[in-house]
């Protein structure tokens, strides 16, 4: 069963915002546009919600804004992702179980374009990891 009393949990909010345009170029064009393949903004939220007995849950959510190029077509589209994980200490090892990608998204980590035809470098499918750790205490 799980003791109420002892449970806590924890919420982390992140936030990136670049604005960043092209200063020098070649193309003199290029010059005063956004950088190309940069969201505007990433947001991240996590939580961690502590079960008692050394165990706990946790569940993360990463949005990434769309990504231009130097045409200023959409190249990547905005997307977001979620993961899992569950904790547990047991005596001196660290045990994680966790699933990336949890919803099988599929999404572009970077893209771009040469000479009108778009290309995308597709992001990681979901996939289930484990870690562990052992503490010299």
Request: negative net charge; charged residues 25%.
């Amino acid at each position: 069963t799980l003791d109420r009393s002892s449970a806590a949990s924890d919420v982390y909010k992140r936030q990136a915002y670049n604005d960043v345009e092209v200063t020098r170029d070649r193309d003199p064009a290029r010059i005063g546009m956004d950088f190309p393949n940069t969201p505007d903004q990433k947001l991240g939220l996590y939580t961690r919600y502590d079960l008692g007995n050394d165990a706990a849950v946790g569940l993360g959510v990463d949005w990434v804004d769309v990504r231009t190029g130097f045409d200023a077509r959409d190249v990547a589209p905005a997307y977001a992702l979620a993961d899992l994980t569950y904790f547990n200490r047991i005596g001196a090892v660290d045990l994680s179980v966790g699933v990336k990608n949890l919803f099988d998204r599929e999404y572009a980590i970077s893209s771009f374009s040469v000479r009108g035809i778009l290309a995308a470098f597709p992001g990681e499918p979901r996939h289930l990891y484990v870690t562990t750790g052992y503490r010299f205490d």
